[in-house]
């Protein structure tokens, strides 16, 4: 069982009782955007592994309170309860367009107030979209460098798509669902283990 990817609320227990916490952290200014297109593929291709349930955390919405924080003790509260969401994740997933060849600033900024060890040992998901295949680097030069200083778990497979992939927002290149796929047989066994009662 799976559910859409909300816009902030809580996990709730699936029917059969358990759950994977999936926290979508996306980059994107934009709601409806070719990141989220990517990303709505990945929870179809989780859905066939483990039963979850999703929440979204769009930086570019969380307002004031995060843009014009310096440390974790200047955000409001909403802003603190994103950051614990994303903190308490069984799975993570990291999504971004690609930004003048790295990830865009407000993305960077929301890490910036992670604490440093909160994401040690977690499964980590890298997603990315772009213009062309050349930006694809940029999960392995900039994204995957950041988790690894939290000592998170990346998923060994990254994703990126490119513009020519979509039509409008929605994925149509098969090697990009199979590569979707693909990352996320990797790491099965990993997310199966981490599906805990609701």
Do not use: C, W
Request: charged share 15%; proline share 6%; aromatic share 6%.
């Amino acid at each position: 069982m799976t559910a859409p990817v909300l816009d902030g609320a809580a996990p709730a227990a699936s029917a059969a009782g358990t759950v994977l916490r999936v926290v979508v952290v996306n980059g994107s200014p934009n709601q409806q955007s070719k990141t989220m297109g990517l990303v709505d593929v990945i929870l179809s291709a989780l859905g066939e592994i483990v039963p979850f349930e999703a929440s979204r955390i769009d930086v570019y919405r969380l307002g004031p309170g995060f843009t014009g924080a310096t440390g974790r003790d200047d955000v409001t509260e909403e802003v603190e309860a994103a950051l614990q969401r994303a903190e308490q994740a069984d799975l993570l997933i990291a999504a971004t367009p690609v930004s003048h060849g790295s990830y865009p600033g407000m993305f960077k900024h929301f890490f910036d107030l992670v604490g440093q060890y909160a994401l040690t040992n977690k499964l980590v998901l890298l997603a990315a979209t772009g213009g062309g295949d050349r930006h694809a680097l940029m999960l392995e030069h900039a994204m995957r460098p950041l988790f690894g200083f939290f000592q998170a778990l990346t998923v060994p497979v990254a994703i990126f798509a490119s513009a020519g992939d979509f039509d409008g927002t929605v994925l149509l290149n098969p090697r990009v669902h199979g590569r979707t796929q693909m990352a996320l047989a990797d790491v099965a066994g990993l997310l199966k283990a981490r599906v805990h009662p609701g």
